[in-house]
């Protein structure tokens, strides 16, 4: 860590392995983006002018593909609203721009044939005119939206707000790049007092109202503002009384009086009844999906990650599928590759008879998929390939034809309903610096791309996260707690239990490791302070394991032996007790906690690194150079490829400790004798220092900066410095002190310095001229 | 370099946030101010002189972003840190791949 030189990047190479999807999917964005406008402006030329004057080739290709899309001309490119389900979508992959990322998957997968609940997405265009009009939608806009519901209610056999067979709706955010967590998000939308008992007729009570429940508690928090914590409260209550631990353990009638008391912590909130209407719960869903672009939390990611306010999210409705109806339920999340290594094997996790959310939350412990993606030394918990071998077998199939037709590694999640396999989302991973650099050159290997693209997927700055150093075994001290590997990477720095006082913490140049039971997305702004984060919860996909590695912090999660007290800022673990301000050392390569401070060492870098060097060396015509001072940056700059040096500052060399006294007496010395008499001394040590720099380079050219520094830098201060060169001299400490003062320069940058120095003392550049010009001969000679 | 990071502390990242300039341009060149120094420079030398070797040295040695600007003004080389080197060759590659494609380098 002390030989990077640029301490002040940390927050710059964040976020980083994100980055690079995301680099990808802005441009997808903004070639889809260009299309429509183009699209669209074409369509709105030609409904204003019959007889279009004549146009670039372009525009009427434009104009004849917008004419021929449907049987609405014009008005099917000013389509706000996108239908998918049933092999048939609206929209495409190429259209994140205004269908979100999310949306525009969807899309591409119902067209692909792939399993997908159908439903709807509502444009980002919308999201802009709704905030504008002050939180209303359209009227349009809402007929276009009952007209796609009606498709989805006819696609499933169901019926909005039906009591026999009711159709259940999610709502979700989904905006051009990724944003997870940051926007607000709706399940189980269309459940009232009367279909909740159509829902329970298809399954039984304990899930119909365990559901309700969710979507009260889920719409109030989010569309009504009722604060969480007020449901919260009232079902530990509810599991206090039946002296139980897990919400599973709950019965239908229990969940049935959790509703009752739910409903009334709404009326009593709100001041109005749960709203029943299933259509009215939409708008509410949809609008609180639009303005929560506009919330605290979003509004940081954005800037944290360069994500234009303007975007705006999309709207995605879907009809509800459930991952816990029953033991033959299940929902998951996977990886096409894995997103830590980069290595070829399908990659996830997943929750019997839980939601989607349950698995992203980190509450329970997901289990392994299959035996590739079970960790090292965590449980001995079923694969999914082992317990619902048919859905698994579905779910490889789907996901090689994801990967195979966006070429790209694919973060997808499922839901398996009652042995039946749904896909909700598919999009490109988030991945380490190390896993972008290994799936870009496996798969132009195996041709799934080119090299030139390999080239291309991988952001330049994120190549500084490969460097990231690892703990140094022998010299560390004992592991203390294990957790999972989530982040690799290796960080010190003194406890902090709050995203706040690590934000803090760091401004004041601290470095942190926050620790926390699990992180939520307000936490990201800390985390991002933060050199790495350790959470007692959560698995490999729970939001802090997610965040981290987008960022390219090292991460320990889910570490069940901390026991973190917040309200006295101390943590258990086993026996220790650490408090806030404690060093201590994760590592988030093997999931390891010490105590105290580890030192750390650079790792070896891989091979698909180096064959990606390799190619980047064939096509570049730039030559790269290092700028080094010491032998030491000499060699480490050839192994990472520099062909020579394109900067040698003689200076830093001058300013070791050893020599900075035979320095200030040159610079202090009153005549040209005893200048040279302090040169003679320092004649050695440079010809030492560019033997050893000419022989780290091994022939390749070194270009030498004579001597250039701003003379005060040299300058002693102290008292005792200035005793110590006075002896030196064998001057008085007064006479130091004048000659300091004569030194003195308004504007040392552009004062004393350079070739100015070299005219006015030329045997200093006479030594150092030598010294280079000996140690060539010499290392020439060992030649 | 003293100067160089009082100014960064002081009122850069204002600027940056604020949107005045898009990066800190000790950070990233300016395109639009020293880069076309950079490109005077390159031009003019090698009018007079056709096989002068031209290269960059510092932070921007190291910079993606930078790196592309002076693939496509024609530099020999950049020279940066050891640990960006890398980073550097990677960023040359990028250059050489897009100006293939006819994209714009940087």
Redesign the interface.
Known sequence: MTARKNPGKKGGSAGKAGKTVKTTARKAGKTAKTTARKAGKTAKTTARKATPKASSPAAKTGRAKAAARSGRKAQATQRRVFSFGGGKADGRADMKAILGGKGANLAEMTTLGIPVPPGFTISTEVCAEFNQRGGKLPVEVKADVLTALANVEQLMDRRFGDPERPLLVSVRSGARASMPGMMDTVLNLGLNDRTVRGLAAMADDRFAYDSYRRFIQMYGDVVLGVPHDRFEHRLDAAKETRGVSLDTELTGEDWRKVVADYLAIVEETTGRPFPQDPQEQLWGAVGAVFSSWQNQRAIAYRRLNDIPDDWGTAVNVQCMVFGNMGDDCATGVAFTRNPSTGERNFYGEYLKNAQGEDVVAGIRTPQPINEESRAADTMSLPTLEAEMPKAYRELVRIYKRLEKHYRDMQDIEFTIQNGTLWMLQTRSGKRTTGAAVRIAVDMARERLITKEEAILRIDANSLDQLLHPTIDRDNAPPVVARGLPASPGAAVGEVVFSAEHAELRAKGGAKVILVRTETSPEDIVGMHASEGILTAKGGMTSHAAVVARGMGKCCVAGCGALAINYAQGVMRIGDHVVKEGDTITIDGSTGEVMLGTAPTVVPELGGAFSELMKWTDKIRTLHVRTNADTPEDARVARDFGAEGIGLCRTEHMFFEPGRILAVREMILASNARAREAALEKLLPMQRGDFEGIFRAMDGLPVTVRLLDPPLHEFLPTSDEDIHAVAQALGTSVGEVRHKLESLHEFNPMLGHRGCRLGITFPEIYAMQVRAITEAACRVAAEA | M??RATT?GSFLPHYVDAGLIQADPF?SIDEEGIGQLVRLGAKRGRATRPDLKL?????H??D?AS?RF??SVG????????????????????????V??GGRAA
């Open positions: 003293r100067s960064r950070v290269g960059v040295c510092g932070e040695g190291g993606p790196v002076f693939a530099l020999d080389y950049v020279s940066c840190s050891p640990y960006r080197v890398p980073l550097a060759r990677l960023a040359a590659a990028q250059a050489a791949v897009l293939a494609q």
